[in-house]
């Protein structure tokens, strides 16, 4: 039986959340009595596979995410809280460099995404044991077109190639570290997410595995009334 390797889990909370339209940002609104950022913590927490956290939070929000989050919780595999960037892409730079130099896996995921659970973690870490990279999706459920500028349908892709991509998005440190090494060097970035990294500056496959039609990620209030019925649902003592 192969020795298991170090588990990482980068947790994004940089983002603004425009889209909810709310003051607080989407990560530290309430959903069932605690924060959203809260639940995916919480699991990474629990999980079997998971060694320490990195949390990524926004400019100023570090000692609130300590005290209100982290302490108030006891998340006690909280490693290092660091500041996030302007894009996406420059919060998850900054997350890896403070894994950066480790051996084995990151398991990078929105803390807006509150329903990652074990099965997940265990379904990524199985997949990205045999192929350095992966990401969590599932199948589309409709029929996707492809459009252009004016909306007018170019293609329809077989809907069975197609796929919702998710997080978590995992990884071999040292192949992620050096696709986005890479990748801030570029001065057009139009990196989405961390598998478009790998793939555009590396070259290497990644494989999607299945995470779950639950593993939403909120960004408008809708989502958060489809979070709040998601988590009465499953019954999870958090």
């Known amino acids: 039986m192969k020795e298991k390797m170090h588990c990482t889990a980068l947790v994004l909370s940089a ?11 989407k990560q530290y609104i309430e959903l069932e009595g605690k924060p959203v950022i809260y639940y995916s913590l919480k699991a990474f927490e629990d999980s079997q ?10 400019e100023g929000q570090r000692e609130y ?4 989050i982290v302490e108030k919780y006891q998340l006690s595999k909280v490693k290092d809280i660091v500041y996030g960037g302007r894009e996406r892409y420059d919060s998850v730079w900054q997350g890896l460099r403070a894994v950066s130099g480790k051996q084995g896996y990151v398991f990078i995921h929105d803390g807006a995404r509150p329903f990652v659970d074990e099965d997940i973690l265990r379904r990524a870490y199985d997949t990205v044991s045999s192929c350095r990279a992966c990401a969590a999706g599932m199948p589309s459920k409709d029929t996707i077109k492809v459009v252009d500028e004016e909306n007018f349908i170019v293609n329809t892709p077989k ?19 050096e ?8 001065e057009a970035v139009n990196v989405t997410d961390d598998a478009m990294a790998v793939e555009q500056m ?7 595995f299945e995470g779950s039609y ?11 009334k489809v979070a709040s019925a998601f988590l009465k649902k499953l019954k999870i003592k958090y």
């Open 202 to 208: 590396m070259e290497v496959p990644v494989k999607l």
């Open 214 to 224: 639950e593993n939403i990620k909120i960004t408008t209030p809708e989502d958060l």
């Open 159 to 177: 809907r069975k190639y197609t796929w919702m991509v998710q997080t978590p998005q995992v990884f071999e440190v040292s192949l992620i570290t």
């Open 49 to 58: 596979l998971i060694d320490d956290i990195v949390l990524v939070v926004g």
């Open 179 to 186: 696709a986005y090494s890479r990748l801030m060097k570029v």
């Open 65 to 68: 995410a300590r005290r209100e």
């Open 15 to 25: 983002g603004q959340g425009k889209r909810m339209g709310t003051s607080v940002q």
